[in-house]
Every structure is written in C-alpha cells, then in structure tokens.
C-alpha cells in the first residue's frame, strides 16, 4: 500500500457528463500529481499541485481541471466526457519538489469508462 | 520536450535467468530516472532510480546503469522470480523538484517457471 488513497476505482459514465475523481496524498506530501494512462498514450503527466498551487501542466485538455484543497486532497474533474477519455488515471504525491527530485508514489487509480 | 524510448515492448525470459530493459532519453537536462514496477490492477510502484550524478546503482537483485553521454539508461534484473512478471516503466525528470515524469511505453516481463 503506498498509502495514496483514490476514490472511486470505477467509474463508467455517459459521453457528454462530467466526473470528479478524488486523490488523498500520503500523510505529509505537499505535491499531488495526476496521470494519465491508455493503451495508445502510455503513462502521460497531467498536472501538478504543490500545497495547494498549481505548479507544472502536461498534456491536460482544456476539459479537464483539477485543484488542491487546504487539507492537501486533490480533485480531478472531467467534463464533456469523450470515448477517448476512457483510461486509468492515477494520483501520485510525494514529499517536497525541493530542489532534489523526490521519490513519487502512486495511488491505485480510478478506471474511468465512457460509454 | 522530452522523450523517452524504451525496449523492447515485450520480454519473456526462464526463471533464474536475467532480463534487461533499456531506455532512450532525448533531453540532456534530465537528471532523475526512476522504475516503476506496474501488476494488474496496480499502480506504479517505484522499485529504483538514479540521478544523473551517478552512473550505477544496484539494489538486491535489480541495477540500473546510466550513460549520460549516450543518454541511455537500462534496468537489470538477475536469478528473475515469477514475481518479477510485472509491467516495467522507466521515465525520466526534466525539471528539477517538479517531478514531471516522462515515462517510457512500458515492457511486459513474463517469468517462465
């Protein structure tokens, strides 16, 4: 157990509708991470926050946003959902993004399917 | 921006024997590169990594080994278990402390009893 906990860890929905999936980081972890994995992109950095900022974007669609809230959870939300949005997503979180890369440790991931 | 190869896509060795993984970064600046051992239903789990600085690490059974000239790094894994069948990552940080991993396409290794 890495000690990232996501929730839901299934999740099918309609095309068109909207979803928020929940990341709690480890007990002390400042930075949250969110990715992106499908059979045809890999694993793809979607975003990162840091105690609550936004810190780095990857390859996050305009329809898709995120935040940290003040107890360090983070939400991922999704909207006008496409086919093509299916895939896991995973949080991950780690200590510090200090000056000395850090060690990142992944959540279990939400399937999200559209259907 | 940065990218990483990594080969070969699949990997089927006999237990006992040793299986290496190789990966191709683009950008010199990457300073991190870390492997991540994925099972079915799992997450990515971190198994060892390497900073530029250093161009061999080695834990138990695994090693990884960083040419920085040729921008390659590789992951070693000896006496293979069945437990060792898994997904295998490797990424690589372009910026340092931002974590940023650009991960590799993943390889497959199957541990044949």
């Known amino acids: 157990d890495s000690g990232v906990t996501q929730t839901p860890k299934h999740l099918i929905t309609a095309t068109g509708q909207r979803v928020t999936l929940r990341c709690s980081p480890r007990?002390?972890?400042?930075?949250v991470y969110w990715y992106q994995q499908s059979l045809d992109q890999g694993l793809q950095f979607l975003i990162q926050?840091?105690?609550?900022?936004?810190?780095a974007k990857g390859n996050i669609l305009e329809r898709f946003s995120a935040q940290q809230f003040p107890d360090l959870h983070s939400e991922l939300n999704l909207s006008s959902l496409e086919l093509g949005d299916s895939a896991l997503y995973f949080c991950?979180?780690?200590?510090?993004?200090?000056?000395?890369?850090?060690?990142?440790?992944f959540g279990q991931g939400t399937r999200l399917t559209v259907v | 921006g940065e990218n990483v190869e990594q080969h070969p896509s699949t990997l089927s060795v006999q237990e006992g024997d040793s299986a290496v993984i190789k990966c191709t970064y683009s950008?010199?600046?990457?300073?991190?590169f870390p492997w991540y051992k994925q099972e079915l239903g799992k997450g990515p789990q971190l198994i060892i990594d390497?900073?530029?600085?250093?161009g061999e690490k080695k834990d138990q059974r695994i090693a990884v080994t960083l040419n920085k000239t040729a921008k390659h790094f590789s992951l070693h894994i000896t006496e293979t278990q069945p437990e060792d069948s898994a997904v295998y990552f490797c990424?690589?940080?372009?910026?340092?402390?931002?974590?940023?991993?650009?991960f590799g396409q993943g390889t497959r290794l199957t541990i044949n009893p």
């Open positions: 991950a979180s780690s200590v510090t993004e200090g000056a000395v890369n850090t060690e990142a440790f």
């Open positions: 007990s002390g972890d400042l930075s």
């Open positions: 926050y840091y105690n609550g900022e936004e810190r």
């Open positions: 950008d010199s600046a990457s300073n991190y």
């Open positions: 390497i900073r530029s600085n250093v």
């Open positions: 990424a690589a940080s372009i910026r340092p402390g931002a974590q940023k991993l650009v």
